[in-house]
Every structure is written in structure tokens, then in C-alpha cells.
């Protein structure tokens, strides 16, 4: 019995009769999280985790019909039991869990396996079949510790403070943002926000996120602490009219494509800080091996490459085609997503060409591996 299986509207669920992130507008859906990607406007119900309310209501609507479950609350529709389990993405992120006359699934939606402070880490979840993002399903995508991160990012600030000079670090406003406000040194100076980053700052702390105070550059009382400042901006802003006011600043973006060579210059910044919200090669595997499943179908961004490891493991392993990861890898480099691997050094079949996965064909396909 196939508990999820792929639909022109997005990954249905045949005996529950809903559908999970669909990319059309469905009747019932269940949404793994708030990124543009996975959270679409003109659901009649939604169902998600209660973390995620506040975030889905910001993004899609404050009047949308919306039922939330705690992580680990059961509900049973159509005979299907439904629970959420934390992915350890972004805030109110969650797997899916599906059990249908014995049978297990698990929907992974995006998820992270190292904790952070800004939402319940990744819980490992047992199931016979597990259907798994692979944004970053490629071995050269290992990320350091996000301690060493942080430092990075801090002692980076702190020399550009002590020249006077703002540091500018471009991210991610839903997600990056958050996760890199709670691992800054507030001693160093004041944290100014973009006006697209702080609403989701505002909506963290109400979901009793701990943050450090920030502000925005129009309130600063003391405008000569501009220089000591570093300023959290979307990738939007770079080169809008909105930056002048930093004077001669220094930037940086932070994101897991920038472990690519060649981003950093691209982006035309002076540093490049790689950190992603997305599981990497090892953790994709020790994730995928934890759930004990027995089949996986892979979605998002290195879909082959990640298929043929798990037939190697031998596992049943196969693509799903969806329409999920563009929004999101673009929203978080500014760059099409696909624009990345060929700058890797990558032999051509470990890369997909750009849209390889989306055939004319909205069926599961089988991956040659
Ligand atoms: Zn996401
Ligand atoms: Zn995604």
C-alpha cells in the first residue's frame, strides 16, 4: 500500500485523502513548514505544527483555515494515523508521520540533524518507508560545527568593529536569520535588523525563542555606533539604496551553497560563511539509516546522486518529482539554485543538469542508477 505517491498537485496520501506541501491549491493539506517552497496560499484546511502557527499565519494569512497538532499528537483520519515529529529547521518545522494498517511513512519535509537554539531539534523517526529532502545529497557538502561558525562569524564582526566599519551579513530572513541572531556576541555592538527580518524575529520570540535585542537603523539613537553595528539584511537588499546609509561597510553572506567555489565571488562579498538549515551529506545518510526504513524516495535539489548511494546501501531507493527547493535555494542565495554545481568541479553524472528532475512526468520515477 503506498501511503504517499506523487501527484500533479503535489505528494498525496491516498487512504487519508490529503495531500503534504502540495504546490496546487488542494483541499486538505498538511504543511511541513513556513518556506515559500512548502507553504503555498489557497488551501481550503491546513493542518501543521503548533510551533508554525505563528509563522504560517505571518506568511500565508492570518485568517487561513488552520489546525495544528503538537509534536508527537496523534490524530486519525480516514483510518490513517497522522502525527508531527520536530525536523530541526526552522522554526515549527516537522516530519510527517503516516501508519496505515501497519504500514509506517515518514515525510521529512526540510530538516537538519545538528541542534540549534531556535527550534526542537531533529527526532529520529522509525518507518518502513522514508521520503527525504536532498538539497545538499552530495559529498562535498560537510559543514563545521556551527560553534565554529559562530565564532567566525563574531571574530569577523569584532575586526570590523574595531576598524570602525559595519559588518553587513546578508541571510535568509525566515530561518538563517533567527539561527545566526542567537549565536552573535551582543557585547561587541548593536544588531540592526532589515524591515524583512525582524516581523520573523518578532514572531520567534513570541514563540519563547530566546533572541538578542535588535533594532532598526532608523531608531539608533547613537548613529556614530554604526561602525561597531552589524546588520542582518535579506539577500534582496544587496546593492539597493537601502545600504547606502552603512557608508563603507564590509559584507558577508551566509549559506550552505557558499561551501561552492566561485559563490562568494559571484555575490560580490567580501566574506562567505558556510551555513545551511539543511542536513549535509553525512547527515543526510546518518538520518536516513537512523529511520531504519527499508525504501526511500528522495526529493529536492541532488536527487541521483543520493539515489544511488542508497541502492549501493541497498536500499529500494527512487526520485520523487516535485516542485519543491528553488524558491527557497534562491531566496536563500539569490542565485538559481542550479546555478551552483556546475562551478563544483563536479563530474557531469554526479550532477543533475538544471530541471532534470522535473520530467514532463508527475509520476514517481524510477532513478537510473
Ligand atoms: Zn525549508
Ligand atoms: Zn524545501
Not at 117 to 142: A, D, M, N, Q, W
Not at 197 to 215: D, F, H, M, S
Not at 271 to 287: K, N, T, V
Request: with cysteine; net charge negative.
Amino acid at each position: 500500500m503506498e501511503l504517499v505517491v506523487a501527484r500533479p498537485e503535489g505528494l498525496y496520501c491516498p487512504p487519508g485523502d490529503f495531500y503534504i506541501d502540495p504546490w496546487r491549491q488542494v483541499e486538505r493539506a498538511v504543511i511541513t513548514h513556513g518556506h515559500g517552497d512548502h507553504a503555498r496560499t489557497g488551501h481550503s484546511h491546513y493542518l501543521a505544527a503548533a510551533a508554525g502557527e505563528g509563522i504560517l499565519r505571518k506568511r500565508l494569512g492570518e485568517d487561513i483555515n488552520l489546525l495544528t497538532l503538537e509534536y508527537g499528537e496523534v490524530i486519525n483520519h480516514h483510518g490513517v494515523k497522522l502525527s508531527l515529529h520536530p525536523a530541526g529547521h526552522v522554526l515549527g518545522s516537522a516530519q510527517v508521520r503516516l501508519e496505515y494498517k501497519g504500514e509506517v511513512w515518514v515525510a521529512s519535509g526540510d530538516y537538519k540533524v545538528e541542534a540549534d537554539g531556535t527550534c526542537p531539534p531533529f527526532e529520529s523517526v522509525r518507518c518502513h518507508t522514508f521520503i527525504t529532502e536532498s538539497t545538499f545529497g552530495l559529498p562535498i557538502y560537510k559543514w563545521q560545527p556551527q560553534s565554529e561558525i559562530f565564532a567566525d562569524i563574531n571574530q569577523w564582526w569584532q575586526n570590523n568593529a574595531d576598524n570602525n566599519r559595519t559588518s553587513v551579513l546578508f541571510c535568509y530572513a525566515f530561518g538563517k536569520a533567527q539561527r545566526i541572531l542567537s549565536g552573535l556576541n551582543p557585547h561587541i555592538g548593536p544588531i540592526l535588523v532589515h524591515g524583512a527580518v525582524e516581523p520573523l524575529n518578532k514572531v520567534y520570540r513570541e514563540g519563547g525563542v530566546n533572541l538578542p535585542a535588535t533594532q532598526y537603523v532608523s531608531d539608533m539613537q547613537d548613529k556614530s555606533q554604526i561602525g561597531k553595528s552589524i546588520v542582518l539584511a535579506p539577500p534582496s537588499a544587496q546593492g539597493t539604496t537601502w545600504m547606502k546609509r552603512f557608508g563603507d561597510y564590509s559584507d558577508a553572506f551566509a549559506s550552505g551553497w557558499m561551501q561552492l567555489r566561485g559563490t562568494r565571488r559571484r555575490r560580490g562579498v567580501d566574506r562567505g560563511f558556510i551555513m545551511s538549515d539543511h542536513a549535509d551529506w553525512p547527515g543526510l545518510q546518518a538520518a536516513i539509516q537512523a529511520t531504519g526504513a527499508e525504501r526511500v524516495f528522495v526529493t529536492h535539489g541532488q536527487v541521483h546522486p543520493m539515489v544511488r548511494w542508497l541502492c549501493e546501501q541497498g536500499l529500494d531507493a527512487q526520485g520523487f518529482v516535485t516542485e519543491y527547493g528553488e524558491e527557497a535555494a534562491e531566496a536563500e542565495t539569490g542565485l538559481p539554485e542550479t546555478d551552483a554545481p556546475s562551478e563544483a568541479g563536479l563530474s557531469p553524472e554526479a550532477t543533475m543538469p538544471p530541471g532534470a528532475e522535473g520530467s514532463a512526468h508527475m509520476n514517481m520515477t524510477k532513478a537510473t542508477v
